[in-house]
């Protein structure tokens, strides 16, 4: 509305009379080294001030933007940024997914301009704004607090549900995988002189509980060679079979299949079911999004991902080689796989293969699937995915999809076992 710039007017004389200018800079993180200087936004992306963090709670993707790598504004095209945190989303937007915001290091220096912030309102419509299920506001400033109770008549009722303020790091241990979290060490430092400042001592180090033996029946965060020495050899995992088997009969017409995420404490407790060797009915929770997010949640918590971190590296130099020889590469990257995960991995891509030929219904493509697949089939041994492997990680996951006849047919699997 005719409100808004004055507000934001009001925002920004506000700022620029009481924030001091910062007379030194932070210098920039150490670049990506998978980020490649071809990336059509290598001049944002080098700075890591939008990056990937792994999932929250509910294993939606986590998406962080950090304003203290932001450099000064004469060093940083906003115009690029705003560009750059488009094309990151568009990856996402047509899946759940969670932003985590790190307010710290937001100065005069390095502030967009009161043109830049109008522009950036205007072009988030509704289809970013829709499947954004949280967005967490770390170290809020008091005036911010301000400036969200002046612009929620402008703002619709449901997305300012959204949006959480979290004054410490470690409340958002509360919502999602804190450990996969890369918080630049500037954040960090800032949350341990709060704590020292409010509480007189450090931050609480969080505890990770030692791990408890797994059971003779788990099914989740296990191996895969665990799994089936417990089932009398069989090579396809219980809780894969029953949920690819529900999903084929009753899933494959579903729009926006494995989109959507399901109830945290719904999830927990299907686990626990399986993990306990007890039988799940699909039928009485009425959603099939459940069977589906426990199919991903199944693969994203196995301690080596199905196409093993040996495979990692390859993966990401898919992009590099020429188009007409990428089907050929993919035969020859997964030619090298162990036979189990090569069985596991053919079962699942030979379903995903009949879902992506159901798209005029499902609306989910091979490039929908590879979207939401890719990163539960492939991680690094450390750390987690950068955006800059998102492309040949979820162009890799696509080709599989989109040429399962082709490059599953020349390595027999015993019984050929297929959905």
Not at 60 to 65: A, D, S
Not at 84 to 94: A, C, G, H, I
Not at 276 to 295: C, E, M, R, T
Request: with cysteine.
């Amino acid at each position: 509305g005719t409100r808004l710039p004055i507000l934001l007017r009001f925002y920004w004389a506000f700022e620029q009379k009481f924030t001091p200018l910062l007379k030194t800079f932070q210098p920039p993180p150490p670049e990506d080294p998978e980020l490649n200087i071809n990336h059509p936004y290598y001049d944002v992306a080098r700075h890591g001030i939008i990056q990937l963090a792994g999932d929250d709670n509910s294993g939606r993707k986590v998406i962080t933007f950090s304003c203290c790598r932001m450099p000064p504004s004469h060093q940083l095209n906003h115009t690029r940024l705003l560009e750059y945190l488009k094309y990151t989303l568009d990856q996402y937007v047509e899946n759940d997914y969670t932003v985590v915001y790190f307010h710290y290091g937001l100065k005069s220096l390095n502030k967009p301009s009161l043109k830049w912030l109008q522009t950036a309102y205007k072009e988030f419509d509704r289809k970013y704004k829709k499947n954004l299920k949280a967005l967490y506001v770390v170290h809020p400033t008091n005036f911010i607090k301000i400036l969200w109770n002046i612009f929620k008549p402008l703002i619709s009722h449901k997305f300012g549900k959204k949006i959480t303020y979290l004054n410490y790091l470690a409340d958002l241990g509360q919502h999602l995988k804190y450990d996969q979290l890369n918080i630049p060490q500037e954040v960090i430092r800032h949350d341990e002189n709060l704590w020292r400042k409010q509480k007189g001592k450090l931050p609480p180090v969080v505890k990770v509980p030692p791990p408890r033996p797994p059971l003779p029946t788990q099914q989740f965060g296990v191996s895969l060679q665990y799994i089936k020495d417990k089932n009398k050899g069989e090579l396809i995992p219980p809780v894969m079979k029953e949920t690819v088997s529900y999903l084929k009969s009753k899933g494959l017409q579903v729009e926006g299949l494995f989109r959507r995420s399901a109830s945290i404490q719904t999830i927990k407790d299907v686990q626990k079911l399986y993990n306990q060797g007890k039988s799940v009915n699909f039928d009485d929770y009425h959603d099939i999004h459940i069977p589906a997010v426990i199919l991903k949640t199944f693969l994203r918590e196995l301690p080596e991902p199905l196409l093993t971190f040996d495979c990692y590296d390859h993966i990401l130099e898919i992009t590099n080689v020429e188009s007409c020889l990428r089907v050929t590469r993919c035969k020859q990257i997964i030619q090298g796989l162990p036979e189990h995960n090569y069985v596991v991995l053919k079962y699942l891509i030979c379903f995903l293969h009949m879902v992506s030929q159901e798209s005029i219904y499902n609306r989910m493509t091979a490039s929908s699937l590879a979207c939401v697949f890719g990163l539960n089939l492939i991680w690094p041994q450390k750390g987690t995915t950068s955006l800059s492997a998102l492309v040949p990680v979820n162009l890799f996951t696509e080709l599989l999809i989109d040429f399962y006849t082709n490059i599953f047919n020349s390595r027999t699997v015993p019984g050929e076992i297929l959905p």
